[in-house]
């Protein structure tokens, strides 16, 4: 495992490990993967003291704001890929809507959607490997429209080249996104067309053509804490700049759609373990969150979260942006 080993023996005094180690993250020091370990088998009562610690290091790197975004689904279904946990995947038979890349203009119109909403961020998404060239100029074009809109514009359209990737800064883009999705040992087991070291070059081409870098992963998809550890050091590593947490929604019809979600805080403790592990980094939860976290939702910040995506997801409903603006604001928080 990255960062070192599994410890011999459970400590006795998670609270007072929990509390050293905040102070050793708020001096500058990083988790090793030991520690790390220590902190995925807090249960009980033991939970809301790790919570506090996550936002207290939360408050102290990243302030008192929240960065909201916000995605469209620019271009639906008829993936060739087979990640089994996505809807749109080539083996799925989720019922979902299938259309080819959108107009600009009625991309343009949610994306002022989003900047009314109080988004920062507007990302394009796409389904598929990758996109053609032709649409990869007309996509050049809705970035720059966005751009004018005053938002930042992000995209995700999978395995891009350097020369892709500078084609899309050149017009605006600001943020690439590409999740690892789960770490290397365990991402054979969710997909097989393309590999974990293509999502690698992906990430670091976007990162030499000058481009910001969003990339997390998805839980609840089988994976167990050591994968969990893993791809957090992995990212840290990479020095990505935003990392998404989704939590899987069993969709039926997907491969996945027997499973079951994560418990509360179980979900929650991940958040507060990559807010340990990338105390620099900002932390945003995604899919998910309302399905997974339920009348919980409200403590994402208390566990060191310190950004959402807002409004819609790509096949599944999120949450309205109004009611997101109250959530953060009752939490004495700012949006960015």
Not at 192 to 218: D, M, N, V
Request: hydrophobic share 40%.
């Amino acid at each position: 495992m990255r960062g070192g080993g599994f410890p011999a023996e459970m400590v006795m005094d998670l609270s007072a490990e929990i509390k050293c180690l905040e102070g050793h993250i708020l001096k500058g020091g990083s988790l090793t993967g030991k520690e790390a370990f220590t902190i995925s088998s807090v249960t009980g009562p033991d939970i809301f003291d790790l919570f506090a610690s996550a936002n207290r290091i939360r408050a102290h790197f990243r302030g008192n704001t929240v960065g909201l975004c916000s995605i469209i689904n620019a271009k639906s279904g008829a993936c060739t890929e087979d990640c089994r946990f996505c809807a749109q995947s080539a083996k799925s038979r989720a019922k979902i809507e299938i259309y080819p890349l959108l107009k600009k203009e009625a991309l343009l119109n949610k994306a002022f959607e989003a900047k009314n909403a109080g988004a920062k961020r507007f990302s394009i998404v796409t389904s598929g490997r990758t996109v053609t060239r032709k649409d990869l100029l007309e996509i050049a074009g809705m970035i720059s429209g966005i751009r004018e809109t005053g938002l930042l514009p992000c995209a995700s359209l999978g395995l891009l080249k350097k020369d892709g990737l500078l084609l899309l800064k050149k017009a605006g883009l600001d943020r690439y996104h590409h999740n690892l999705e789960t770490s290397e040992r365990f991402f054979p087991q969710i997909c097989s067309t393309h590999t974990y070291a293509e999502k690698i070059r992906t990430i670091q081409a976007a990162k030499s053509a000058g481009l910001s870098i969003c990339s997390g992963g998805l839980f609840g998809i089988g994976e167990m804490w050591e994968d969990r550890i893993d791809m957090a050091f992995a990212l840290r590593e990479l020095d990505v700049d935003s990392v998404p947490i989704n939590f899987l929604i069993p969709i039926a019809g997907s491969a996945l759609d027997s499973g079951s979600l994560l418990h509360p805080f179980e979900a929650l403790k991940i958040v507060s373990l990559y807010r340990f592990i990338l105390p620099q980094k900002e932390i945003r939860i995604c899919g998910g969150r309302l399905q997974v976290l339920r009348e919980f939702n409200s403590l994402v910040f208390a566990a060191g979260a310190d950004g959402m995506i807002t409004g819609n997801y790509l096949t599944t409903h999120g949450r309205s942006p109004e009611d997101d603006l109250k959530l953060i604001e009752m939490f004495g928080l700012e949006v960015l």
